[in-house]
């Protein structure tokens, strides 16, 4: 299982707009349709994503599958007329467009208490950043699915009502950039 961080170029927000929540739907699924994987968690901001992938066991070439995505969502969003970024001469020379940064945040899940900080991260991830007041409360996310699994209660970090909330501790994180 690894866990990705994919941005947009010069942190673009448009990722959660419905064009882009559409298609990038759709390109995770062509994707995955040529190159196995299973989502096991996510959360979709403005400006980047995280994601969580299992993929087959003796398959770790995740790199092909992110270039595949990534390349895939950005020719058909140019294609729909999608905004991009200023290109420079060094990226047009290399054939890169103004949609992703050229790299992504990559890191191998080691065990279960590296697994639930990362599922920690990704699903308090909207309120880390000021788009939610609670993880429920972001709707472009997996937290619901794992609440139905039992694996959060429905008011984890839930700060409504004025309620105190004990915020997991995300020092790990620092240092990373995985924003």
């Known amino acids: ?75 058909r969003w140019l294609k729909l007329g999608g905004p991009e970024g200023t290109i420079s001469a060094s990226r047009r020379r290399n054939r890169r467009r103004g949609v992703w940064q050229r790299r992504f945040w990559e890191h191998t899940i080691r065990d279960d208490t590296d697994l639930n900080r990362h599922l920690d991260y990704i699903h308090y991830n909207p309120v880390k950043h000021g788009l939610a007041s609670c993880p429920h409360a972001w709707p472009y996310s997996t937290f619901a699915r794992w609440v139905e699994r039992g694996s959060y209660e429905a008011d984890w970090c839930c700060s409504c009502h004025a309620r105190h909330v004990h915020v997991p501790s995300f020092d790990w994180a620092d240092g990373m950039n995985i924003e």
């Open 1 to 75: 299982m690894f866990f990705f961080t994919l941005v947009t170029y010069q942190r673009r927000r448009f990722l959660c707009d419905d064009p882009a929540r559409v298609l990038l739907r759709q390109c995770l699924e062509s994707c995955r349709d040529r190159h196995p994987f299973a989502v096991n968690a996510m959360v979709l901001l403005p400006d980047h994503m995280h994601v969580l992938l299992t993929l087959p066991d003796g398959d770790a070439d995740f790199s092909t599958r992110l270039s595949v995505l990534k390349k895939s969502f950005t020719q």
